[in-house]
T-cell receptor, first 111, second 114 residues
Framework: NAGVTQTPKFQVLKTGQSMTLQCAQD?????MYWYRQDPGMGLRLIYYSASEGTTDKGEVPNGYNVSRLNKREFSLRLESAAPSQTSVYFC??????????FGEGSWLTVV | AQSVTQPDIHITVSEGASLELRCNYSYGATPYLFWYVQSPGQGLQLLLKYFSGDTLVQGIKGFEAEFKRSQSSFNLRKPSVHWSDAAEYFCAVAFDTGRRALTFGSGTRLQVQP
């Protein structure tokens, strides 16, 4: 158990719709991350949060916003979904020993 | 530029055979190095990691990896593969010591033949 819970696990959106992916950790670590996974490209960092109230852009932030209102939760929002955002999204937290632990993923399809 | 390369997209081995998955990185110093495994439809599970010290590190499920500074490599090995090892394997590197965010290779899909 990585201690990271993501919801929803599956979602289908129409182009232009908005949605929020929720992520919560059951530990008390500061650093949390959102990645997206696309075939043949590994995982790419969307946003990072070092602590409550702070966020920083990653490699592919365009089209996304994040919110870290408290230490436990880190949400990812798509304001106007596009087909290019069809992907698998992973939330992660940094744990002991500088190890990053991943949630089980959220499969998003934008049609 | 900092990068992580897994040159093998797909590898097929026979059950019981040895395995080596390659990973190279481009960076001026020694980063933190990780190997993760992902089964279909699942999240990523940490196999092992290297920060410093002994360059041969042992992980879970019988995997090991060797860090070679001169080659900027961190190859994953297993002496005898089991059918349950079929999965996708990702090498990941933490270049940014501040954020400790990971940069991933593109992955190697392992198929195991009976």
């Amino acid at each position: 158990n990585a201690g990271v819970t993501q919801t929803p696990k599956f979602q289908v959106l129409k182009t232009g719709q908005s949605m929020t992916l929720q992520c919560a950790q059951d530990m008390n670590h500061n650093s949390m991350y959102w990645y997206r996974q696309d075939p043949g490209m590994g995982l790419r960092l969307i946003y990072y949060s070092a602590s409550e109230g702070t966020t920083d852009k990653g490699e592919v932030p365009n089209g996304y916003n994040v919110s870290r209102l408290n230490k436990r939760e880190f949400s990812l929002r798509l304001e106007s979904a596009a087909p290019s955002q069809t992907s698998v999204y992973f939330c992660a937290r940094r744990g002991g020993g500088n190890t990053i632990y991943f949630g089980e993923g959220s499969w998003l399809t934008v049609v | 530029a900092q990068s992580v390369t897994q040159p093998d997209i797909h590898i097929t081995v026979s059950e019981g055979a040895s395995l080596e998955l390659r990973c190279n990185y481009s960076y001026g110093a020694t980063p933190y190095l990780f190997w993760y495994v992902q089964s279909p439809g699942q999240g990523l599970q940490l196999l092992l990691k290297y920060f410093s010290g002994d360059t041969l590190v042992q992980g879970i499920k019988g995997f090991e990896a060797e860090f070679k500074r001169s080659q900027s490599s961190f190859n994953l090995r297993k002496p005898s593969v089991h059918w349950s090892d079929a999965a996708e394997y990702f090498c990941a590197v933490a270049f940014d010591t501040g954020r400790r965010a990971l940069t991933f290779g593109s992955g190697t899909r392992l198929q195991v033949q009976p």
